[in-house]
């Protein structure tokens, strides 16, 4: 089955640590994008990439990093810089043509917890 | 920038009766498009209803159907007959096919069902 697959579903890290949260994608999507959800501030780009090789700073770029080295994969990387990584993170794919806005597709999620 | 505000944290409504929820944007776009996501706890987002800004018939899927008024930059989305199903976080979100290509959300409507 055609979807986005996440992982892990939750993951723990230690304060100071690097921890990079898995997104790919089998629908031959062009366009990924990382949102981070905290309550009570629905969700906020981070990151998101539109061709293989290129990507551009959300709204909540800082702390985090990623790379877009294959068409199906967009992994994000939450760094030491990261203040409060505690957060559901989403990733997204969808077609670059016009009107497939509305073919957004999202993964299941990743809870990071900083212990 | 766009921006998207959902002035209701939360709501609740008595089974098999009808809500409203509210959701306000700005934009300077003239062509664009708004949804509405269902996050249910298991957290997957879920498209209930998206609207066209150059159409102006309102959007309807089943019982769900949406109040939109492009002058006021207004978008609401109503539900019949609510079901128990229906408890989950409700997201407006505004995107357009040009520009930066990214759905921006607001922050969300906790929805609960009273049996």
């Known amino acids: 089955d055609g979807g986005i697959t996440q992982s892990p579903k939750y993951l723990f890290r230690k304060e100071g640590q690097n921890v990079t949260l898995s997104c790919e994608q089998n629908?031959?999507?062009?366009?990924m994008y990382w949102y981070r959800q905290d309550p009570g501030q629905g969700l906020r780009l981070i990151y998101y990439?539109?061709?293989?090789?290129?990507?551009q700073k959300g709204d909540i770029a800082e702390g985090y990093s990623v790379s877009r080295e294959k068409k199906e994969s967009f992994p994000l990387t939450v760094t030491s810089a990261q203040k409060n990584p505690t957060a559901f993170y989403l990733c997204?794919?969808?077609?670059?043509?016009?009107?497939?806005?509305?073919?957004?597709?999202f993964g299941q999620g990743t809870r990071l917890t900083v212990v | 920038a766009q921006t998207v505000t959902q002035s209701q944290p939360e709501m609740s409504v008595q089974e098999a009766e009808t809500v409203t929820l509210s959701c306000t944007y700005d934009t300077s776009e003239s062509d664009y498009y708004l949804f509405w996501y269902k996050q249910p706890p298991s957290r997957q987002m879920i498209l209930v209803i998206r609207q066209e800004a150059y159409k102006q018939q309102n959007a309807t899927e089943n019982r769900f159907s949406v109040n939109f008024q492009k002058a006021a930059k207004s978008f609401s989305l109503k539900i019949s007959d609510s079901q128990l199903g229906d408890a989950a976080m409700y997201f407006c979100?505004?995107?357009?096919?040009?520009?930066?290509?990214?759905?921006?959300f607001g922050t969300g409507t906790r929805l609960t069902i009273i049996p």
């Open positions: 629908l031959n999507h062009d366009a």
């Open positions: 990439s539109q061709i293989v090789n290129d990507f």
């Open positions: 979100a505004y995107g357009a096919d040009f520009g930066n290509e990214k759905l921006t």
């Open positions: 997204a794919s969808r077609r670059r043509e016009v009107l497939s806005l509305a073919q957004t597709f």
